[in-house]
């Protein structure tokens, strides 16, 4: 792959039940110096109440709520990150950590083993599915209102130690003594890659970080053994990432020198990233799945490959996020997150929408989306004719607030599905199927997925909980499409007693945007 530069567009995920999620960058830079007299005045001040105010008070809080200030009043991306919250961010975005290798629950003052990560510590040292850990290294993490800065600080570590775990099996009704030593932990970007059809790969990219390049590619060429001449690139609810990760999978479908994005800073400086003749997958058909919290670097991925007249772009219009951020990083841990340039589309758009409104209102624009109809018509989104650009071939592209998609797929067909989609791709399910194997976990482990299915489908038990978990939880389901309900509550029994592949199989059959695509290759 070509070289390139050190930049990266800052991304929110806007998802309606996670919240805002916040991207990382590849490299970081040293502030410039500065001797302005309004920085002087600020370091006098400081000085100034750290030496004579009445009262103690920390001035670490007071230049943080400072710094916050400050960035109000630029741009929705320009960010500070404290020293507590950017572990967790660059551990994600560096795609590992330090563990112990385990999915869980905080489930009635508990900490309760969802699964194992496959090969991982817990796994090999004998962890197990619905295990709840009691004590790590005789500290206690039941009957505690316990924080995640607390656990994750007595289950993470470095490599190579050990934490001596007790845990209850409720399968066996005992207690265990079970030393775990911890390892790298990775954190995928790519969920899953498979084939949905003859001939059609699926592959679904979360975020990307520094490990997304090297996961798609080998999940690519996974696919391509198996003989895919059409693929489907997935990044709905991607709020973004790395630019680079962006490029370098662009690349793979773009042919040499074809232009993949560029950034323009505020001295008018240009950076062009284009394709080199390494793309493995230049000829196949191709579509990219987006939706409203499809931001940033998913952004520039979908623009590349519509400008360049590539692939297909199916879904509902983008987030709209065109700024790119460089990280400044402070002596004590924490860091400032600045938008240094804006990028544009190979047809010179920027599809950064406006930011009047710096805050929630920015970030939650579902809502007016919503409002407007156009989640559900295409007919519904609003564009400005001052901001039309032509793609290679010539077809019409607008920018000025995302990526238009060329094949429109409603959120659903009304809004009481909608509501039942939502709820059965929620927390909600999953904490309700683990409870039930909760109940009987060996019955269920010595089912096929075969077995497990017509359990599911044929006892009117599992419905009927639901219904009651549902309506103790303060939702109302809407129950007219049984079948859709039931394959949702199957598709998390797999994704807990097997694999997440087999998940994905199941899911992807009631996906309506995998079957448009699939209806538009004639299956």
Known sequence: MNSRKLYIPLAFSIAVAIGLLLGNKLGNHNAVASNSAAKNKLNRLLDFIDAEYVDNINTDSIVDLTVDKILQNLDPHSVYINKKDIVAVNESMRGDFVGIGINFYNYKDSIAVIKTIKNGPSEKAGIKPGDRILFANNYQLYNKNISNDTLFSKLKGEIGTEVALTVFRKSENKKLKITVTRDIIPIK?????????????????????????????????????????????????????????????ADEFLKDKELIVKTINKKGNEEISLATEKGIFEKGKLYILIDENSASASEILAGAIQDNDRGTIVGRRSFGKGLVQREIPFNDGSAVRLTVARYYTPSGRSIQKPYDDKAEGYFNEFEKRFASGELYEADSIKVADSLKYKTKKGRIVYGGGGIIPDVFVPISQNHAQEATNMIMQSGLISYFVFEELDKNRLFFEKLSQEQLKNEIFTNQKYINDLKSYASNSGLLLDYSNKDKILTYLYAEFVRQLFTDDAYYKIILQEDDMVKKVLELNNF
């Open 189 to 249: 970007s790519v969920d899953v890659a498979l084939k949905i059809a003859n001939k059609i790969g699926y592959i679904k990219i979360n975020r990307f970080s520094e490990t997304t390049f090297s996961e798609f590619h080998e999940a690519l060429n996974k696919l391509k053994k198996e003989t895919i001449t059409t693929l489907l690139v997935d990044v709905r609810e991607n709020g973004g990432g790395y630019l680079e990760m962006a490029e370098e999978i």
